[in-house]
C-alpha cells in the first residue's frame, strides 16, 4: 500500500429516507421491496358507488405493488387528470418514480407537493435525494439544510449535508454534520468510520486517532482503517503505537512494504536491531 488508504465508502446509518438504510451512498437507497413502497392503509370513500378517480387509484396502488410500474405510472398520471388535488395520490407517485429512478419526473412530481406543502419535510428530503442523484448537489445541499434548520436531530437531512457537502469538496463543512450524526449513532460503525476517514482526510488526525483506535479494536477490522490508525499515530509523531498497528497490518499482508520500511526504521532507532 503506497498512497493514505482508498476513500472509505459513505455513511452506513440506521435511518436516512423513507425509514429505508443507506449502504454507501444516497444513490444506493433503492429499490426496496414493493410492499414497502406504499402505504397500507386503505382508501376509503363514503357512500354505495365507487367513484371512478377511487377505482383507478385501487388500480394504480395495485399495479405498484404488483411490480407492475411502467402500468401503476400510467394510472397514476391518468387519476391525476381526474382528481389532481389528491396529495396523497401524487405523493405514491413520486415515490414510484424515485423507486424505478426516474429523477426527472420524481422531481417535477415532488415540486408541485412543496409548492403546496411547503412545511412537509419529507417532501423536501425526497427532493434533496432526487436533486443528489441529478448531481445537483448545491440543491440538495438547500434542501437538506432547510429540513435540518427545522429539525437539528434530522438524521436524514444530516446524511444529506454531509454526502451533498462531500461531493462539492466542502468536507470541512461537512465535519460538523457529521460529528453531530455519530453522538446520535455512537454504536454505528459506519458512521464511525466515515467520520474517521473525513477527519483523516482534512488533517484532523488529533480527532482521528480516537474514533480510529476505537474501529480497530476489532480482529477483523477492515485493513484500510488498520493503515489510516498506523499513519495517524504516525503523524501524530506516537511511533510506539504506530508501530503496534503496523505490525498488525504486516500480520494480514506480510509483504507491505511501508510497514516494513517503517518498522525497520523504528527499531534501528530505538535499538531494537
Known amino acids: 500500500m503506497n498512497n493514505k488508504g482508498k476513500a472509505y465508502p459513505a455513511i452506513v446509518l440506521a435511518v436516512w429516507f423513507l425509514g429505508l438504510s443507506i449502504q454507501e451512498s444516497p444513490a444506493q437507497l433503492l429499490p426496496v421491496p414493493p410492499h414497502e413502497l406504499l402505504p397500507e392503509e386503505k382508501i376509503v370513500v363514503e357512500g354505495e358507488e365507487v367513484p371512478a378517480w377511487k377505482a383507478l387509484w385501487d388500480e394504480a396502488r395495485k399495479s405498484a405493488l404488483q411490480g407492475d410500474f411502467g402500468k401503476a405510472q400510467s394510472q397514476y398520471k391518468a387519476l391525476l387528470v381526474l382528481k389532481s388535488n389528491l396529495e396523497e395520490a401524487r405523493w405514491e407517485l413520486a415515490r414510484v418514480m424515485i423507486y424505478t429512478k426516474n429523477w426527472n419526473e420524481a422531481a417535477d412530481l415532488l415540486e408541485l407537493l412543496i409548492e403546496s406543502s411547503p412545511e412537509t419535510t419529507i417532501y423536501i428530503t425526497a427532493l434533496g435525494k432526487v436533486m443528489w442523484e441529478m448531481g445537483q448537489y448545491e440543491r440538495a445541499v438547500t434542501l437538506f439544510k432547510r429540513v435540518y434548520e427545522k429539525k437539528s436531530s434530522d438524521q436524514a437531512a444530516l446524511a444529506g449535508l454531509v454526502e451533498g457537502l462531500a461531493k462539492l469538496g466542502r468536507k470541512n463543512e461537512a465535519l460538523p454534520y457529521l460529528e453531530q450524526l455519530?453522538?446520535?449513532?455512537?454504536?454505528?460503525?459506519?458512521?464511525?468510520?466515515?467520520?474517521?476517514?473525513?477527519?483523516?482526510?482534512?488533517?484532523?488526525?488529533?480527532?482521528?486517532?480516537?474514533?480510529?483506535?476505537?474501529?480497530?479494536?476489532?480482529?477483523?477490522?477492515?485493513?484500510?482503517?488498520?493503515?489510516?490508525?498506523?499513519?495517524?499515530?504516525?503523524?501524530?509523531?506516537?511511533?510506539?503505537?504506530?508501530?503496534?498497528?503496523?505490525?498488525?497490518i504486516i500480520g494480514r499482508e506480510a509483504g507491505n512494504n511501508e510497514a516494513h520500511l517503517f518498522l525497520a526504521e523504528y527499531y534501528e532507532k530505538s535499538g531494537q536491531l
Open 182 to 248: 455519530s453522538r446520535q449513532e455512537p454504536t454505528n460503525r459506519g458512521v464511525r468510520s466515515y467520520l474517521a476517514s473525513l477527519l483523516y482526510e482534512t488533517g484532523n488526525y488529533d480527532k482521528a486517532r480516537t474514533h480510529f483506535t476505537i474501529l480497530s479494536r476489532s480482529e477483523d477490522v477492515d485493513i484500510d482503517i488498520l493503515y489510516k490508525t498506523a499513519k495517524t499515530y504516525e503523524y501524530l509523531g506516537l511511533e510506539e503505537q504506530a508501530a503496534a498497528y503496523w505490525e498488525r
